[in-house]
T-cell receptor, first 115, second 114 residues
Framework: AQSVTQLGSHVSVSEGALVLLRCNYS??????LFWYVQYPNQGLQLLLK??????LVKGINGFEAEFKKSETSFHLTKPSAHMSDAAEYFC?????????????FGSGTQLTVLP | EPEVTQTPSHQVTQMGQEVILRCVPI?????FYWYRQILGQKVEFLVS????????KSEIFDDQFSVERPDGSNFTLKIRSTKLEDSAMYFC????????????FGQGTRLTVV
């Protein structure tokens, strides 16, 4: 079974500071990994995905994540936080076989950006 | 930009009543999903649907739940006899055929069972 663990349910950073949201995965096979963002009262929007190509993945809004197999991690970073980044962020994993499409989500990290 | 749309955005229903949540997936997508998020908890997979049949389902998706694609555009989730613990945000999602593509999510339907 696959799972993801997000360390830190709440993260606060100052505007302009580095954002680091942690995600570790557990999977018996090479996984596909995703980061989604949820703004208040909205659905889940894809930030970026890892599907076994480049290990450093760039996404929307200046976010990127690096797949590290040795550490089973897929941490999300942004060099400089903006007030508009305040949202909940979810890491998710799924298998790579064609039939198993469902995502397994982490418990989420609420990002607060302080002025 | 194509998007997944869900109706209604909010639904209040009495315990024991049947409820149908509706979704219009992105038109060229072939895989359809329902997820739910109980307040304060993680997003959980309920069911996936491909080629007019359920392809995967979780243990949450018991006999009280059913899904249907009644026509070429809609995808519905029916809860036969709602319970208080069914109160949650329900998300519909869809994805393309290729296995390395992501799921696109709708805005969700907030279901409140009273």
């Amino acid at each position: 079974a696959q799972s993801v663990t997000q360390l830190g349910s709440h993260v606060s950073v100052s505007e302009g500071a580095l954002v680091l949201l942690r995600c570790n995965y557990s999977s018996s096979v090479p996984p596909y990994l995703f980061w989604y963002v949820q703004y208040p009262n909205q659905g889940l929007q894809l930030l970026l995905k890892y599907t076994s190509a480049a290990t450093l993945v760039k996404g929307i809004n200046g976010f990127e994540a690096e797949f590290k197999k040795s550490e089973t991690s897929f941490h999300l970073t942004k060099p400089s936080a903006h007030m508009s980044d305040a949202a909940e962020y979810f890491c998710a994993v799924r298998g790579t076989s064609g039939s198993a499409r469902q995502l397994t989500f982490g418990s989420g990290t609420q990002l607060t950006v302080l002025p | 930009e194509p998007e997944v749309t869900q109706t209604p955005s909010h639904q209040v229903t009495q315990m024991g009543q049947e409820v149908i949540l509706r979704c219009v997936p992105i038109s060229n997508h072939l895989y359809f999903y329902w997820y739910r998020q109980i307040l304060g908890q993680k997003v959980e997979f309920l069911v996936s649907f491909y080629n007019n049949e359920i392809s995967e389902k979780s243990e949450i998706f018991d006999d009280q739940f059913s899904v249907e694609r009644p026509d070429g555009s809609n995808f519905t989730l029916k809860i036969r006899s709602t319970k208080l613990e069914d109160s949650a945000m329900y998300f519909c999602a869809s994805s393309e055929r290729d296995s390395n593509t992501e799921a696109f999510f709708g805005q969700g339907t907030r279901l409140t069972v009273v």
